[in-house]
């Protein structure tokens, strides 16, 4: 980790410094915000709001669907690969043993919740044995997005308020920081923009929908002012109360049903409603709840069909179903999997190790064996025209990956390019252990020149000193 190239960049005077007014120039951000009660961004008090919807009554179907890409995303496996055993086993170790053995899985439920419903984003402490950058990394801990500062500091990029409200620095080898949408500002310090703040319209949208209809049906809250004429205060009490006994008679709990009030008046009744709150005119909840679902879904980057299966339609539904499964795979959790992969590789597993999380897609494994199929038996007939070699078709399947490449004993054609998740650390050990090339024939006569003129000035000397 290079700390030295933002001191050398054209931002250097941008960089905040642990202890200056700069790294708490976010808590002054004002915390009010627009009727719905979520605070402007960014602050503190915004986070906390989102993160506490969680718990809020009403939001059955934001939090499940929470659950859900908590479920997929630690449900997936994962492999560790490296040529020595001990240092696999210990980067398994340092995963499954991951927030002080509480399981990876565990660990994960934390740790996205805080990357899905907080702007700050998820931070992963790398607990070594001391406190130096070299030090042996011993595990992983999830912090908590709500106690987290964030500097500006590249040397000391956070810092951490324990429940005792003590505060401990955390330098840039001890943490790693994620968040969804890092904002380009320079001064929020790669805030990002979580998937609850993309959603939040559609969330309190549901929200206000489900508590209507709840409150509506339960009659819990009056949603109007009934003005009636014609009819006593004391006969429409009597009259509900009668009829709450009766209710009470038949065991009902919510619904009694009409009340009436019979009179003998010559006085005409009259009857004026005013309402408090009620569903607009044209009102669809189906409409209304699927847009939702629409927006929470592509907010988080789930498949539509995670949150809401699609039904009733008689044509079209397995392809729009494969359809829409393919392009959610590119969407909003698939960038937090390739966050976390690249930090754990780069920052927490031994150079010879590579993390990568493993698809176990029936459908994709399919597919595979059909274009293995497809380019075996392209290579077979390039081989039966001659018009390659046996040695040149496995070469080429190589380099496809559709055979291993410890296959090609002697590769001619090399790779020139390392891909996301490998590492030069590990591709220079090995060419480190291989074994020194044999020298070739024309090395051989060089060297043997070279020690037939150096025997020869060796003699002219000798002659030399004999004279």
């Not at 959790?333 to 150079?351: E, G, M």
Request: charged fraction near 25%; charge should be negative; hydrophobic fraction near 40%.
């Amino acid at each position: 980790m290079d700390l030295d190239v933002k001191k050398k960049s054209v931002t250097a005077n941008d960089v905040g410094s642990v202890g200056g007014a700069s790294v708490f120039r976010w808590m002054f951000n004002p915390t009010y915000g627009a009727p719905d009660g979520l605070p402007d961004y960014w602050s503190p008090a915004r986070d906390a709001y989102l993160r506490a919807q969680l718990t809020a009554p009403f939001h059955d179907f934001w939090v499940g669907a929470i659950g859900i890409a908590i479920s997929k995303m630690a449900s997936q496996g994962w492999d560790v690969e490296g040529k020595a055993p001990i240092t696999r086993a210990r980067a398994q170790s340092l995963l499954l043993e991951a927030d002080s053995n509480q399981s990876w899985v565990a660990f994960l439920g934390s740790h996205l919740q805080d990357f899905i419903s907080t702007d700050n984003g998820a931070f992963i402490e790398i607990v070594r044995a001391s406190k130096g950058a070299g030090s042996r990394i011993i595990g992983l801990m999830h912090l908590d997005s709500l106690r987290i500062t964030r500097t500006g500091d590249p040397n000391i990029p956070a810092l951490y308020r324990d429940t005792k409200n003590a505060e401990h620095e955390l330098k840039a080898h001890q943490i790693l920081m994620l968040s969804d949408m890092p904002s380009s500002a320079e001064t929020w310090y790669g805030v990002g923009l979580s998937a609850a703040s993309r959603a939040w319209g559609a969330i309190k949208k549901l929200e206000a929908i489900e508590r209507f209809i709840y409150e509506k049906v339960a009659g819990v809250r009056p949603k109007a002012v009934d003005l009636v004429g014609g009819v006593s205060e004391n006969q429409l009490r009597q009259a509900v109360e009668s009829a709450h006994e009766d209710n009470h008679s038949k065991g009902y709990v919510q619904y009694m049903g009409a009340v009436v009030v019979p009179t003998l008046s010559d006085i005409a009744i009259t009857h004026t409603r005013i309402n408090f709150a009620e569903l607009p005119d044209g009102f669809d909840y189906k409409q209304q709840f699927d847009n939702c679902a629409l927006l929470v879904a592509n907010a988080i980057g789930l498949d539509i069909q995670d949150l809401q299966p699609l039904s009733g339609q008689r044509l079209g539904t397995a392809m729009q179903s494969e359809v829409l499964d393919a392009k959610s795979r590119g969407k909003g959790l698939s960038a937090w999997r390739q966050q976390i992969t690249h930090a754990l590789n780069q920052f927490v597993i031994a150079p010879t190790v590579t993390f990568a999380f493993s698809e176990s897609d029936i459908r994709e494994t399919e597919q595979r064996a059909k274009i293995t199929e497809t380019f075996a038996n392209a290579m077979g007939t390039l081989v039966e025209k001659q018009i390659l070699t046996p040695a040149q078709a496995l070469q080429m399947l190589a380099d496809e990956e559709i055979v291993p490449k410890e296959f090609v004993p002697d590769d001619t054609t090399p790779r020139e390019s390392l891909q996301d998740s490998e590492k030069p650390e590990a591709e220079a050990e090995a060419q480190e252990e291989a074994p020194p090339d044999e020298p070739t024939e024309e090395a051989t006569t060089v060297k043997e020149m070279r020690s037939q003129f150096a025997d020869a000035l060796k003699r002219f000397d000798a002659a030399i000193k004999h004279e």
